[in-house]
């Protein structure tokens, strides 16, 4: 036997006792022989050990901006057997998961998809299969979405305008059209429910005048979908994507994408290819079927039960039964002008004197309930308190009002 192998017998002999030793209490004795059987082979690496025993999830209240709680419904859907990526009852699960797309969006747009990946991958979708380098495109900034967008197509190469307003406002109509007669783009990117500081912005005759400059409209609906109004078709949006997390109440990692012929007819007219070979739409396209050749998700399927109306409706008047408790609890909401609240979404003024992060975590240690911070421009100024789909009750916020309630008898004040 070479002095290699003893070292090495010796040096895994050294590793087992040391873990037998340190987990002999909390490993079973069926685990403790895997754990020996595993060791006496001829790997130098041992399994972990945290993987050899249960790993218990914490039950927590997913009330901040998102992802949400997933319900029974849901969960055991995606329990459900694995089916080949080719088989006929896949592409019926598509088909059916395109036309709870197109209800949800209010389209009738062929080209209408789901991706694999969060709200940014459907964000980088839609500006690289649509704007090529040295192209002009306008962003509108209100908050950390429009700043990541405008980000994405300087990376590409585009000559990247925007129209930037303060956390908490949005634009109007002529600021709009300005930029677009000034900078004539070939894409104009807009926020619906920017999450970062709690506003939806309108969107009526925003389509109308990007049509008018030749512009297509791109809309963010990630935080949004479900909860407020949004009419794709009649308003005039050219691609409109939105995340699985939100309202849909669906676990994080699809995009739901839609792109109208106009968008399609820039798209599959490029001069260049797109920088990214996944998310190129043309064979995304041939693979969903959206381009005329041969091609279920729950949550949508619940979002049809329950009916959009009713949808947009419980969102409203929860949020607007959580408002007033906020301010009951002499709170302040962050976007003054009520018009223009998220309803999925509220950003709440920290309160003088305290700590954005002490509050958080207390509720969370204390409450087992998820809230958050502020992102981006509003990081440090609010507290952002989600409640969609299935969140979205008023049982939801006397939870969360309880304990902010609490958090502020018993966090630290300061006397700043």
């Known amino acids: 036997m070479t002095q290699r192998t003893l070292l090495s017998r010796g040096a895994l002999l050294a590793q087992y006792i040391t873990l037998k030793s340190s987990l002999y209490a909390t490993i079973s004795p069926s685990l403790s022989q895997r754990l020996h059987r595993a060791m006496s082979s001829a790997t130098s690496i041992p399994p972990p050990a945290c993987l050899l025993k249960p790993y218990e999830v914490p039950h927590r209240y997913m009330f901040g901006p998102g992802p949400s709680d997933v319900p029974p419904r849901i969960l055991a859907a995606g329990g459900r057997p694995i089916i080949g990526h080719m088989h006929k009852e896949t592409f019926e699960i598509m088909e059916h ?21 969060s709200g940014h991958t459907a964000m980088e979708c839609a ?4 704007v090529e380098p040295g192209e002009s495109v306008l962003m509108a900034v209100n908050g950390i979405w429009g700043e990541r967008a405008a980000e ?9 305008n925007t129209i930037v307003t ?51 409209f791109l809309v963010d609906s990630v935080a949004s979908l479900g909860g407020t ?8 949006i050219d691609i409109l994507y939105s995340g699985s997390q939100k309202v849909l109440n669906a676990p994080p990692g699809t995009a739901p994408i839609s792109f109208s012929e106009r968008a399609c007819n820039k798209m599959f007219n490029r001069k260049t290819k797109p920088v990214s070979y996944l998310l190129d739409m043309n064979w995304l396209a041939n693979y969903w079927g959206c381009d005329g050749k041969p091609t279920r998700m729950e949550s949508l399927a619940i979002l049809a039960e329950t009916g959009l ?11 607007e039964y959580f408002h007033k408790g906020l301010e009951d609890l002499g709170l302040k909401l962050f976007v ?12 709440i003024v920290v309160p003088l004197g305290y700590d954005w992060k002490e509050i958080v975590a207390y509720v969370m240690k204390h409450h087992h309930i998820e809230i958050s911070g502020g992102l981006g421009p509003s ?6 308190v989600g409640l969609m789909g299935c969140n979205s009750t008023k049982a939801s916020v006397d939870m969360v009002l309880g304990a902010l309630g609490d958090t502020l008898k018993s966090c630290h004040k300061s006397k700043v």
């Open 97 to 117: 998961i395109r036309q709870g797309i197109q209800y949800a969006f209010q389209t009738q747009n062929k080209m209408t998809i789901a991706m694999s990946g």
């Open 229 to 236: 109004p949004l009419y794709m078709d009649k308003q005039g």
């Open 309 to 319: 109306e009713n949808s947009w409706k419980r969102h409203k008047e929860v949020a």
């Open 166 to 216: 303060a956390p908490g406002c949005c634009f109007s109509n002529d600021e709009i059209e300005q930029a677009l007669a000034k900078h004539k783009p070939v894409l104009f990117f807009l926020t619906h429910g920017e999450s970062s500081t709690g506003v939806a912005h309108p969107v009526d005759g925003i389509g109308d005048l990007c049509h008018k400059y030749n512009c297509l």
């Open 379 to 384: 990081a440090g100024m609010v507290l952002r």
């Open 336 to 347: 003054q002008d009520k018009n223009i609240r998220l309803p999925t979404v509220t950003t």
């Open 152 to 160: 994405i197509a300087e990376r590409i190469g585009a000559k990247v």
């Open 127 to 130: 500006i690289f299969n649509t």
